[in-house]
């Protein structure tokens, strides 16, 4: 199957502070990507979808100042989370395809902390 | 919108057994129904899926039967072994295959 490598695989950061991450699709181009998040023992929830060269697409209830996503090529879309928070703290999977109406592959996820 | 609903939410078989999860989704319009296995801190693995044209799809030990009447989508494990074990999520499309909505998953453990 298609490879999606998402970056980092884990990181903790102090409260306040932002963290940038990435989602490259290493052997396809990838208009679009999605971004899910995960919380413990729970089921994925999609956030948003990055539209590359245009602004992305929110789930009701997603703060878009909060999580900033940029799509600026066909291989490589990142999500920042600004001022981060406790609450903040999930498993953030990205996923991307080969073409529109295709199969979704998904990144290997980055679990962030927020201390 | 769309809701999808999974069961069970925890399947314990012994090795060799067959293990089946079940689905049942709202949205008529839906015709994009993949299965993702997730193991433990890993993102979840396209393990199969089935488009709603097709009844029944088989990949060796695993298959996907879909009854778009009653709106349910069901995963068959076959033969199965502990590499099995891990948490299946079913999904299904909105909006055209790209944007899914997942079930709640099924933690499976197969014991040797």
């Known amino acids: 199957g298609a490879v999606v490598s998402q970056h980092p695989s884990w990181v903790i950061c102090k409260s306040g502070t932002s963290v940038k991450i990435e989602c490259r699709s290493l052997d396809f181009q990838a208009t679009t990507m999605f971004w899910y998040r995960q919380f413990p023992k729970q089921s994925l929830m999609l956030m948003a979808t990055?539209?590359?060269?245009?602004?992305?697409?929110?789930e009701q209830g997603v703060e878009k100042d909060k999580f900033l996503i940029n799509h600026a090529s066909l291989t490589l879309s990142t999500l920042t989370v600004t001022s981060a928070h406790p609450e903040d703290s999930s498993f953030y999977i990205c996923?991307?395809?080969?073409?529109?109406?295709?199969?979704?592959?998904f990144g290997s996820g980055t679990q962030l902390s927020v201390l | 919108g769309e809701n999808v609903e999974q069961h069970p939410s925890t399947l314990s078989v012994q090795e060799g057994d067959s293990a089946v999860i079940k689905c049942t989704y709202s949205d008529s319009a839906s015709n994009y129904f993949p299965w993702y296995k997730q193991e433990l801190g890993k993102g979840p693995q396209l393990i199969i899926d089935?488009?709603?044209?097709?009844g029944e799809k088989k990949d060796q030990r695993i298959a996907v039967t879909l009854n778009k009447t009653a709106k349910h989508f069901s995963l068959h494990i076959t033969e199965t072994q502990p590499e099995d074990s891990a948490v299946y999520f079913c999904a299904a499309s909105i909006g055209g295959f790209q944007k899914l909505v997942f079930g709640t998953g099924t933690r499976l453990l197969v014991s040797p």
């Open positions: 990055s539209n590359e060269g245009s602004k992305a697409t929110y």
């Open positions: 089935i488009r709603s044209n097709v």
């Open positions: 996923s991307a395809s080969f073409q529109p109406n295709e199969k979704l592959f």
